[in-house]
């Protein structure tokens, strides 16, 4: 059976390192005993080191990193390697908050992947259109992009999402994508990928107003998991979420 990864992509919350080590201890005992899943939490950056020192049964990973590594003059920056020293597994890279609130280009993109790779994490990139529509055209520049000199090897390294903007919880008017959106983007993405690479399996993931009640229709449409937003904030739900992903 193929790996189910679920990400939990807890974004600028919450405000107090208290409330973090609540959430996650929640989220552990949770999800305690559920198999076939992966289950993955990335909390900002400040409370990682404080989880990373729990003990846990699931994996941490961190929402952003520097291009450059391991040290540097890069003020505000965390490098791969920190985290990687630190205890991270994984590292999102270029979510479309980036992009829209820190100006990240899809060359800095292809810049952290290169640099996360190299650190040994396991780059969670994400992929999609702002608009809803058409997409194919804009899913390929965007591999094309980001993935620039990443090898085949590299490139079965990465974990991949199509997360559309216009499907994330707290966007306008959002609406999570339907079954056949996800279905269908997933393959635009394999046919790209088939194109750069070959024949590689790289597991793809769905991210985009997920909730315990939804997540088994992307499941079935295709994805290899979810990057969780909104419904990662509270632990009942993100438990019940993991769970019904397993089952
Ligand atoms: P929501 O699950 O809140 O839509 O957020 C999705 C997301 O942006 C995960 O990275």
Redesign the pocket.
């Known amino acids: 059976m193929e790996k189910t990864y679920i990400i939990a ?1 807890w ?1 600028m919350n919450p405000a107090s390192a208290k409330e973090a080590q609540n959430l996650f201890d929640a989220v552990v005992q949770g999800v305690q005993g559920v198999e076939n899943v992966e289950v993955v939490v990335c909390p900002p950056a400040i409370y990682l080191y404080n989880i990373l020192n729990t003990k846990y049964n699931l994996h941490a990973g961190a929402q952003d990193c520097a291009f450059a590594d391991p040290t540097g003059a890069h003020t505000g920056e965390i490098s791969p390697t920190m985290l990687k020293n630190a205890g991270c597994e994984y590292v ?1 890279l270029g ?3 980036r992009k829209k609130y820190a100006g990240e280009t899809l060359e800095i993109i292809n810049k952290k992947l290169h640099a996360a790779l190299a650190a040994n994490l396991t780059p969670v990139v ?1 992929i999609g259109e702002a608009t809803r529509g058409e997409n194919a055209a804009e899913l390929e520049v965007q591999l094309q992009q980001v993935l620039a000199g990443i090898s085949v090897a590299q490139v079965q390294r990465t974990i991949l ?1 199509y ?1 559309p903007e216009w ?4 966007n306008k008017n ?1 609406q ?1 994508a339907t079954p056949e959106d996800c279905t269908k983007s997933i393959a635009i993405m394999g046919t790209i990928l088939g194109k750069l690479y070959g024949d590689v399996a790289i597991p793809i993931l769905y ?4 909730h315990s009640s939804n997540i088994q229709q992307f499941l079935k449409a295709g994805a290899h998991g979810a ?6 904030l509270d632990a009942a739900e993100f438990t019940q979420l993991v769970k019904t992903a397993a089952s």
């Open positions: 992509n974004k999102i979510h479309s908050e994400c999402v997360e499907a994330i919880s707290t959002a999570a991210g985009g107003s997920t990057l969780v937003g909104g419904a990662s």
